[in-house]
């Protein structure tokens, strides 16, 4: 009797690790979904049965599709997975995922080629573009979660990119691992509350005007925000932090006109804001207004041409270079301060006798270190060093080696600004580092005991009376 | 005086391993406690937990009132204070060592005891390089306490890692120091010896090299490969490649070193300050091996 128990155990063992493998999913061709869309009432709700949805679908009907947990579409690695042809198309709580990789065709999760579309609370995986628009005005993109195929930064898609679709909004969407956020010859957009991290371009302007960009996170990509050959943007309470690598900036402006730079926090960037050329155009300005600049390696950068821009109440808090011309020259032909107001500078040396918040010297950093870097960048590998301290502490001896300042700032303000920023990730280390340092402590104590406790001493003694 | 007493034994140097470690552990203790006892370790020990806790406060007071602690900046202003006093308390510390016995007369003494020299060395090594761990312990003990009641999001295994490359620093310029108090005749001579190294391990060298990288247009490789070879400019890379896990913080140079060796990096720097612990101690040890050196 036993053996036959045996047998059939064994014979039903191969069909019981394929029925775990995946259990409960149902697999069928998304023509399954196309049907549904082609049998349902234009501006129908579809609310799609969990199971995973293979193939490529295209949507040529205004149509709601309403996924929900367990609703994927897999694209199996090829073309584009959703693409949208008919306006007012909603695609919401759905799982996209497995665009193709061969940037040829450009392959997507989800392309629209149409008007008024809403691409809401998705997430998307492995995908070479995440969501791309062409031609596709006032649509929204809200609350989509994108990660991208797992390439070198150069091979990979945008994870969000439209092409010229004006009056967008692009709102709380997470981007992850792409190439940029990108906005080519698109205006009017509104980009909220949107996190990009470890990407190469954050948020990437290309030919795009008129746009507001609002409380939005950009940690750990190449550069945070880089606005190029677009006019009259405003940025404002942005985040930009850990922005890194050869370029590496929080902010690059590039041929930009009437930019409004107002209450950002740059924060451990490369360089907080680089300004190429900006503003170009006669007549036109940049401001920066109540911005936090904070622990870059070097706060301001621009060339050396820069001109027309107005800073006034940032905050310049222990960059290591607060301003700096990239290759030389200084940056006079912008100003430092706006109706009595100047920026906050952490190494202003100067005082302020009759107490109303402005320094009484103009703020003129002059430093040769400084000055030696823009020339050969390579001794950069000297910054955080005794031999740094030493030439500045030379060119201070001797005034004659001292240069010209890179900027004048003739208000400085004597005490840092109150710039509202809402940080978060403010961690809790306190506690560890209490342990830590009781750690050090213990180490030391530890080792008196063990060095010089009385068995040592007592063969001493007794070594002393032998 | 000297411990070694309590073992009788014949007058053979040579004896077994455990008398072997037996013996540089006496001398490790007997150099520790007169080291802990000395004026320089107690001046040294205040100077250095003062300025690191000055350091410490002043680079948070700024940022405290904005909520966000930046553990870089902390740390960029303890480099500068460590590569300055960290290495020229090690080089004194060596530098004195045996060239003091030596004055004193105190160091024929040693040696007519059963002990070989490699012990006599090796025990006052560890002994000083324990006195100097447990100087570095405090001083960043004491700022650790500043940072913890200062900052939030402090990063506490950087800050382990800060002060375990400062010990590694300390090891290797005390390893230099004994050099110098081995080939050096009386301890003035060892002193100045010693502060001349330091002068020129913390800024010759590194002004050297800038001058020598502009006038000679030197590539980024070669740049990098001289200053790896200051164990102060490895120290500093390490701490930052530790940070930042990049070196783009160091302009090209920096950015190279980072692309080109990638994770084995902090190794090699690591291994630069190995080698400039183990190399002029295993020098030292020839040296003082050899009869004339008394």
Known sequence: ?466 | MSAMTTTPRTVTVRTSAAGFVGGIWHFARREFRDAIASKWFILYTIAFTVLAVGVSFLSLSGVGSHGFAGFGRTAAGLLNLIMLVVPLMALTAGAGSIAGERERGTLLYLLAQPVSRTQLLLGKYLGLAAALVCSLCIGFGVSAVVLAWRADGVGTGSFAMLMSFTAMLALSMLSLGMLISVISRRTGVATGVGLFTWLTLVFVSDLGLMASSIIFKLRVQEIFGLAALNPLQSFKMAVIVNMNASLDVLGPVGAYASQTLGGALPWLLASSLLAWTLAPLGLAMLLFGRRSSV
Not at chain 1, 322 to 342: C, D, I, K, M, W
């Open chain 1, 1 to 466: 009797m036993r053996f036959p128990i045996l047998h059939a155990l064994i014979c039903l063992l191969p069909a019981a690790t394929e029925a775990m493998a995946e259990p409960q999913v149902q697999r069928q061709p998304v023509t399954v979904i196309a049907q549904m869309i082609e049998s349902a009432e234009l501006g129908d709700e579809l609310l799609l049965p969990a199971g995973v949805y293979e193939g490529n679908l295209v949507i040529r009907r205004s149509i709601i599709l309403n996924g929900r947990a367990g609703v994927v579409f897999d694209g199996l690695g090829d073309g584009t997975v959703i693409e949208v042809l008919a306006d007012d198309v909603t695609v919401r709580n759905c799982t996209i995922r497995a665009s193709g990789e061969n940037v040829t065709g450009e392959p997507s999760a989800i392309r629209v080629i149409a008007a008024k579309a809403t691409i809401e609370s998705n997430t998307i995986e492995d995908a070479l573009f995440g969501i791309d628009l062409r031609q596709a005005p006032d649509s929204v993109i809200r609350g989509n979660h994108i990660t991208c195929k797992d390439m070198e930064p150069g091979r990979r898609g945008d994870g969000i990119r439209l092409w010229w679709s004006h009056g967008g909004t692009i709102e709380d969407n997470v981007v992850i691992g792409s190439r940029d956020m990108v906005f080519w010859y698109s205006e009017d957009l509104h980009i909220v509350g949107n996190t990009v991290r470890d990407s190469r371009y954050g948020l990437h302007f290309m030919y795009s005007h008129g746009s507001v960009l609002e409380a939005n996170d950009l940690l750990s990509n190449s550069v945070g925000v880089y606005l190029m050959y677009s006019n009259g943007i405003t940025l404002r309470g942005n985040r930009m932090r850990n922005n890194r690598g050869a370029s590496g900036y929080g902010i690059g402006l590039k041929d930009c006109d009437d930019i409004t730079i107002v209450g950002n926090a740059l924060l451990a960037n490369r360089v907080g804001v680089y300004v190429d050329n900006s503003p170009s155009s006669i007549d036109s300005t940049g401001l920066f207004e109540g911005n936090m600049i904070a622990f870059n390696e070097i706060g301001l950068l621009a060339t050396p041409n820069t001109h027309d821009n107005v800073f006034t109440g940032n905050a310049f808090i222990e960059n290591e270079e607060p301003a700096a011309t990239h290759g030389r020259g200084r940056l006079v032909s912008n100003s430092f301060a706006q109706e009595g107001v100047g920026n906050y500078w952490s190494d202003y040396a100067g005082f302020d006798l009759d107490a109303d918040g402005i320094g009484d010297v103009a703020y003129e950093p002059k430093s040769l270190f400084g000055e030696m870097l823009a020339r050969e960048p390579n001794l950069r590998l000297f910054v955080h060093g005794p031999a740094q301290q030493a030439i500045e502490f030379t060119s201070r001896a001797l005034p004659e080696l001292r240069p010209e300042p890179t900027l004048v700032d003739p208000a400085p303000l004597a005490v840092p600004p109150k710039i509202e920023l809402a940080l978060g990730e403010s961690g809790r280390g306190g506690g560890r580092m209490g342990m830590l340092a009781a750690g050090f402590m213990s180490a030391a104590v530890a080792l008196i005991l063990v060095m010089s406790t009385q068995p040592g001493l007592r063969a001493v003694r007794e070594g002393d009376r032998s």
